[in-house]
Structures are given as structure tokens and as C-alpha cells.
């Protein structure tokens, strides 16, 4: 880098020793207290993997069956963890595939570190094999990206790449290494980076923001508080608990926000946006002050933005300013880390029970729960329903399991039915809804928390986007338990059509192959359920096997999730069939 | 959509290979035309400054700075409308020297302050500095002369508010 500077550096430092630039990129690892990598080999980035062989025993390689496999692998585990996930991939095709997983982990504010080879330096721009231009493509991608090119600039860089990749709001990062950076020999010395020049991870928390906040929230009638991942990532639980449980506040949660509220919690009223729950969709058009706590107002929480909320006072608690005001004008943002700021502002908030407001959520929750819930969970009809699959691992997991999603319908139904007890329990793709992330993010959640039931739970269109991945899972023999809830259509897609396009069903319906051949051709026990009385012992089948586990449910063809916001409508217009 | 005026974004930089196109796809991803640009060292040591010009509205200019400000390598990014800058273009016209002792020429060069700054057998080449009307305006003039070639830079410009940029710098270490 040109600017040395950048990196202030007040951390420890090690003696230099004389190693190769391949060596000294697992050493960066180790430092960053990484001890599992997902990746895939190849031509530009085997000096790396040639150390990785001799570094097995401290740093474990996962072989995924395809790049992009490791990046949601790296994300599953990141998710659940709160670590940085790494992923790594050779020049060209193997760094192209990374791009879907790193554009995922950008808008999910994912922390993770890409490393990926590319040309020898002298070949930079001669359309070399396997060459591609990996910065320029991930650049609008990435948190932040570099190539490396001279081997001296690998611990700087590596070192850099963990702290903005884990600090502030997270997010990918990528470092591209060129061969001779990797073979070259340097005197290596780590230092951890603490700051970089230009960059602030974390606004300065200003104490007139908070006061004007507790003012707002201490003469609300009817406030309502609508929480996101900013509460995960900032480990926060606790003093966001403390807090809605002080001032008595009605809590909804987004997709991202899943978890960081136990389910049962009194204060819990479900999930925002399209396909959350009728009454806080409802009501955010009538809280008086509505306060948004680490999210980010994505168009799938707030509908037509004219008429969202406008009623209410608007607080926004969020870590990146860019997000003040970008898609609703608040009244007040408190800037910082909701860690700081909420337990900041818990001694300015009066205690609080807001009895009849909170009442009128239970309100909506009855109307929802005889007009739809009940239909999900208790059907009378023949067909199986997704929801009742969700209602039988919740009564085998306890809700202590980690749930992971894929996109689409049986998204939004494990969203809104699984059952969590703890945080950093959802793992789903949320901003970029990437088909085919489930099943490789399964596989890093469970390698994450290796002590913890993982169910991932997925459609019969994106398990086939990363089918593949079961070969990770046969070699790795990772213990997660596989759910697909096969409906033979890409249902969401085929909701939309029977709903907005007069049910013409254009390539939504899916022929598919036998899945159970299909797992245990990869040696992967597996068991189809197409009738409800044999589904409960299945799912417990599935829960008490202590290897990974493939079910398949064959439920009802054209069924519908609701309540739904359709696209360009108000959150009140939330719709109940 | 509000309404769009022209805005001089202003971004100071620490000076890195690839920063260009990270500001870039910020404007294309919300398909913002950047009308001009130009990159120079600026008056801190180490710390280089862009300077876009775009016609957006100021709830665009807000949120891009936001999106500016997010980079890593960004130190500082402001917005400023016309009136907030003193700004100037640059522009060099090539005509043939059989026009270089025609009276109107040496008139129209006076009145815009345009210097002759070389002199060849063959062609004269004349440079202006100003508005990007005022440089319009000479370029119409000069067209009927038969323009053997014309460039024109992006804006450059200072503002009248300040931009404190050392005590920025000195607040992030």
C-alpha cells in the first residue's frame, strides 16, 4: 500500500521470521484465531494449499463441492458464531463463484474474509489462464478489497482485512494474492490492526441523541420497537431485553433480527414485512413512536414507503449513518453500537407497561391465528402443510436448534413458526435471498457450534441450486440434518404467478429426481414422509440420528403463504388469504 | 422525482489503486451520470481529493455522500451547489494557423481571456479557463474556425464553507 499510515498498529509484535508469502497467509490466519477454512483448490493459489498441508493439524481445510459452497459455508459459520468466516478459491472461475456468496454476505452484513489467488504479477493484464479481474468485479461487493502483489504486504494486509471485515457494521472482504506473492520469501512479523486511518467503525455516541430518544419513547401512548440483525451483531440481547422489558415495549423482529428475542418472550409480537405477522404490520401504521433498533428499513419490512408509518415519530438506533434516513426520515437516530447506546439510554427510560397497546397486538394475533395459523399448523385437510413440519421440529428441538433457511416459501414459514430460545439461531439469506444457501451455510453453522442441533430447512428448487454440497457433508461426515419441503414447484415464485399473473405458472414447476437415491448415493441416511401420520416420528428420527440426516416431506402442491403484503402495498393492507 | 440541480461532490481520499472504481459503481449503481470528474493530490500530505459533478436532487446528494463516506479509503465526501464553489474548467482548442491572424480570432480571444500557448507552422493552440458556459460559449465562436481538435477537463473547484480536513484526520487516529 502506499500509505502506510493506514494501518496504525499498537498491538503486539512478533519477531520476523524468513518464510514464504503462502506461509506467512496461513500465519496471518492462526493469529486471527482462525482455525477453519472452507475452500476449493487450483492453479494460482496452490503454494497456499501446499502450506495448508503442512499446517493441517492447526488449521482445518473444509473441501466444499463448489466456491460458492465455501462462501455460505463461511457465512453459516460466521452467522452463528459471531466470528469471521474465511473462504478461499483460485484465480478465475474459482474466484467468480465466489461473488454470489460475498454480494450475500455484503447486504447481510456478514463478517468474512475471502482470499482468492490470482496471476503471477508479470501477468497482470495479458489475459493469462484462469486470470480474472477479481477486484474490479467484487468492488461493488466487498466492505472492502486488495491485491496483493509483493509478499511483504500480506501481514499489513491480511491483518487490515480482519479488522474491518469483524469491526463496525461487518461485511466481506477480499484479498487477492498474485503467485509470486505467494512464493516469494519475506521477513514476516505480525501485528494486529487496531485502526485504519480513514475508517471509523463505530460512530461516537452523542448523549443529545439518546436524551432526545428517551423523551420520544417516555411520552409514547403506543410505542412499538422493530429490532434487526444490528442486535446480533452488536451481541446486544441483553441490553436490548433490558430495555423493551423497562419501558414495556411491543417488539417485532425482522428476518435478520430473528432470535435475538426468545420466541416466548412476552414483549415478543413477531416479525415485520411481507410475510410477517398481521398485527405488527398492522399497527406500525398506528404506533405513536416507532423505534427501529439495527436494521435497515429494506423494502420487504416497509412496503410502499408513503405509507409507512407516517403517523409516528421515528427512532433509528443504527451503527452505519448511511442508513439514516435512506429509506424512512427519522426523527431521531442514535448513532453507535446498539451495545453502547441502548445500555447508554436503559437509566433515561421510565419503567413502563404499556397494557392495552400491547393487547391489541394479542388482538390481531387471534384473527391471525383462526385465519391462518391455525390452517398451517393444525391443517384438516389431506395434503401436508409446510407449517405443521415446522410445528414437529419445534416439538423435537425444544427450540434450541439452529434453524437454517433457504428462499422462498418455506423461508418465510420456518421464519415465522421456528421456535429459538437463544441468538445467533436463524441463519437465512436475507437481503439478497440466494437460493442454494442453506445447505452449504448448514454445514458451516454446524462446524460453528459443532454442541448444537442444526436443521437446515429447504426448497426442492434451491436445494438443487448447491445439491452438490452433500459431498461435503459425506467427506466431512458434519452431522447436519437436512429437511426439504418438496412441493414440486418453486412455490413463492408460483404464489406470485397464481396471485398477480392469473395463474399462469410460467417454469415454476419442477420435475424432479429421486432426493432420497439421490443422498444416499452420498451414504447419507434419508427418508421420505408423504403422509401426516408418519411425519412426527420422522422428524424425531431425524433429531435423535448422530449422523447427518436427509428428509424429505412431500407437501401440499399450491399452497400459499400468508398474511402477505403485495408488492407496492401499505403495511396496513397486510392481506390474510 | 425532486428537483435536480447540479451538486460538486468533493471527496477526500487516501490514495489507492482501485478507489476510482469503488466511488464509480457508487454512482452507477443508482444510474447517476457523472458529468465530470477529476483526481488530484489535495492540500494535505498523502490525502487526494475527487471532485464529481452530477445533477441529482439533494436527498441523492445526502444519501450518496452517505454511501461514499462508508468506503474505507474515504476519509471525508461534501456537497456543494454552485453558489458554495468558485469552480473552473479548463479547455484547449488546436485551429489551423492560417486563422491566426484573422482580427475576429484575436477579438474573441480577448474577450474571453483565452491564451494563444503555442505556435506551430501549421496550427496555434489556445487555452481558456472558466465556467462550462463561458467555455461553451468560446467553443461556438471558435467552431466556425474548424476545430482541428477540442478537450475540455472535468470541474475543479473550492469551496467557500471550509472543509477540515486535518482535524478529521487528526479525530479518526
Not at chain 1, 500465519?27 to 476449493?40: A, S, T
Not at chain 1, 439421490?518 to 447419507?524: Q, R
Amino acid at each position: 500500500m502506499e500509505t502506510q499510515t493506514a494501518v496504525a498498529s499498537k498491538a503486539t509484535t512478533n519477531k520476523a521470521v524468513h518464510i514464504s508469502g503462502a506461509e506467512a497467509v496461513i500465519k496471518c490466519l492462526l493469529e486471527e484465531g482462525v482455525d477453519l477454512i472452507y475452500g476449493y483448490p487450483g492453479g494460482a493459489i496452490m503454494p497456499i494449499y501446499d502450506e495448508l498441508y503442512k499446517y493441517q493439524d492447526k488449521l482445518q481445510h473444509v473441501l466444499t463441492r463448489h466456491e460458492q459452497g465455501a462462501t455460505h459455508s463461511a457465512q453459516g459459520f460466521a452467522r452463528v458464531t459471531g466470528k469471521v468466516g474465511v473462504a478461499m478459491a483460485t484465480s478465475g472461475p474459482g474466484a467468480t463463484n465466489l461473488i454470489t456468496g460475498i454480494a450475500d454476505a455484503q447486504i447481510d452484513s456478514t463478517p468474512m474474509v475471502c482470499i482468492t489467488g490470482q496471476v503471477w504479477k508479470h501477468l497482470l493484464g495479458s489475459d493469462a489462464f484462469q486470470e480474472t479481474d477479481i477486484v474490479g468485479i467484487s468492488t461493488p461487493v466487498t466492505k472492502w478489497n486488495y491485491q496483493i502483489t509483493d509478499a511483504s504486504e500480506i501481514p499489513e494486509v491480511m491483518a487490515k482485512a480482519f479488522y474491518i471485515a469483524r469491526s463496525g457494521r461487518p461485511g466481506p472482504v477480499l484479498i487477492d494474492i498474485t503467485k509470486n506473492a505467494q512464493v516469494e520469501t519475506f521477513d514476516f512479523e505480525y501485528k494486529k490492526c487496531t485502526s485504519v486511518r480513514s475508517y471509523k467503525a463505530k460512530p461516537t455516541v452523542d448523549v443529545n441523541q439518546l436524551k432526545a430518544a428517551a423523551k420520544l419513547i417516555n411520552a409514547a401512548k403506543k410505542p412499538m420497537i422493530v429490532f434487526g440483525q444490528g442486535v446480533i451483531l452488536g451481541e446486544a440481547e441483553a441490553e436490548f431485553k433490558a430495555l423493551i422489558e423497562k419501558a414495556g415495549i411491543p417488539s417485532a423482529w425482522t428476518i435478520l433480527g430473528l432470535s435475538a428475542l426468545p420466541t416466548e418472550h412476552p414483549l415478543n409480537v413477531g416479525m415485520v414485512g411481507m410475510h410477517g405477522n398481521y398485527g405488527p404490520n398492522k399497527l406500525t401504521n398506528e404506533c405513536d413512536v416507532l423505534i427501529a433498533i439495527g436494521m435497515r428499513f429494506d423494502d420487504r419490512v416497509t412496503g410502499n414507503l408513503d405509507s409507512y408509518a407516517k403517523q409516528a415519530k421515528v427512532i433509528h438506533f443504527e451503527i452505519d449513518p448511511a442508513e439514516v434516513d435512506k429509506n424512512v426520515k427519522t426523527d431521531v437516530a442514535v448513532l453507535g453500537d446498539v451495545k453502547d447506546t441502548l445500555a447508554d439510554i436503559l437509566p433515561m427510560i421510565d419503567a413502563n407497561s404499556h397494557t392495552d397497546w400491547h393487547q391489541e397486538f394479542k388482538d390481531y394475533d387471534k384473527i391471525e391465528f383462526d385465519k391462518v395459523i391455525k390452517g398451517d399448523l393444525y391443517p384438516s385437510k389431506d395434503g401436508l402443510t409446510m407449517g405443521e413440519v415446522l410445528k414437529e421440529i419445534n416439538n423435537a428441538s425444544k427450540g434450541d436448534a439452529v434453524i437454517v433457511s433457504d428462499v422462498g416459501q418455506h423461508q418465510m414459514i420456518a421464519c415465522r413458526y421456528a421456535k429459538f430460545n437463544q441468538s445467533k439461531s436463524n441463519v437465512t439469506s436475507g437481503g439478497l435471498g440466494t437460493m442454494g444457501f442453506a445447505l452449504p451455510a448448514a454445514i458451516g453453522a454446524k462446524m460453528g457450534v459443532p454442541q448444537r442441533e442444526v436443521v437446515a430447512i429447504i426448497g426442492d428448487g434451491g436445494y438443487q441450486m448447491t445439491i452438490q454440497e452433500l459431498g461435503t457433508i459425506f467427506q466431512t461426515k458434519v452431522p447436519v440434518k437436512i429437511v426439504v419441503l418438496n412441493n414440486e414447484f418453486l412455490g413463492m415464485v408460483r404464489q406470485w404467478q397464481q396471485l398477480f399473473f392469473d395463474k399462469r405458472y410460467a417454469s415454476t414447476e419442477l420435475i424432479n429426481p429421486d432426493f432420497i437415491t439421490i443422498a444416499k448415493g452420498y451414504h447419507i441416511e434419508a427418508k421420505k414422509v408423504t403422509k401426516r401420520e408418519d411425519l412426527a416420528a420422522a422428524v424425531e428420527e431425524m433429531m435423535a440420528s448422530k449422523d447427518a440426516y436427509f428428509l424429505e416431506v412431500a407437501v401440499e402442491k399450491e399452497d400459499n403463504v400468508f398474511p402477505m403484503i403485495p408488492s407496492g402495498a401499505s403495511v396496513s393492507d397486510v392481506r390474510l388469504s | 422525482m425532486e428537483n435536480e440541480r447540479t451538486y460538486t461532490i468533493s471527496v477526500y481520499t487516501e490514495n489507492n489503486i482501485g478507489l476510482l472504481n469503488r466511488l464509480s459503481a457508487i454512482f452507477l449503481k443508482r444510474h447517476i451520470n457523472i458529468e465530470s470528474m477529476t483526481v488530484s493530490k489535495s492540500e494535505i500530505d498523502d490525502v487526494h481529493r475527487f471532485t464529481f459533478v452530477v445533477n441529482i436532487s439533494e436527498a441523492q446528494a445526502r444519501k450518496i455522500i452517505g454511501q461514499i463516506e462508508k468506503q474505507i479509503e474515504v476519509i471525508r465526501a461534501f456537497y456543494h451547489t454552485d453558489d458554495e464553489v468558485i469552480y473552473q474548467e479548463s479547455a484547449l482548442f488546436k485551429i489551423s494557423t492560417e486563422h491566426l491572424y484573422d482580427e475576429e480570432i484575436q477579438d474573441k480571444l480577448k474577450f474571453r481571456r483565452a491564451n494563444i500557448i503555442t505556435i506551430t507552422e501549421h496550427y496555434f493552440v489556445i487555452e481558456s479557463s472558466g465556467s462550462k458556459s463561458e467555455i461553451d460559449k468560446l467553443y461556438d465562436r471558435l467552431k466556425p474556425y474548424g476545430l482541428m481538435q477540442f478537450v475540455r477537463s472535468g470541474r475543479i473547484a473550492i469551496t467557500r464553507p471550509k472543509m477540515a480536513i486535518s482535524e478529521l484526520l487528526q479525530e479518526f487516529n
